[in-house]
């Protein structure tokens, strides 16, 4: 199994704690400073290209959700 950076397991406990999210939601849970929207966009994309994360219909736009668990073993 893939091992998640610091920052995909940030991104992926938002999406764990809060349902599905929006970018622009997550990016709304982050403190100050905030991080780029582009640049959260892309790590959620990249997620859901590795299976962590899916997608449900929101009418013409699509909400991301967390779509399997994931257990970090040391």
Do not use: C
Not at 14 to 43: A, C, I, M, N
Request: no cysteine.
């Amino acid at each position: 199994m893939k091992r998640l950076t610091k920052k995909e397991e940030i991104i992926m406990n938002h999406f764990w704690e809060k349902g599905p999210l929006f970018v622009r939601e997550l990016r709304d849970l982050y403190p100050e400073p905030k991080p780029q929207f582009t640049t959260l966009s892309t790590q959620v994309r990249k997620l859901e290209g590795e299976g962590f994360i899916g997608k449900s219909d929101q009418g013409r736009v699509q909400k991301p959700f967390a779509r399997r668990a994931y257990r970090q073993v040391f």
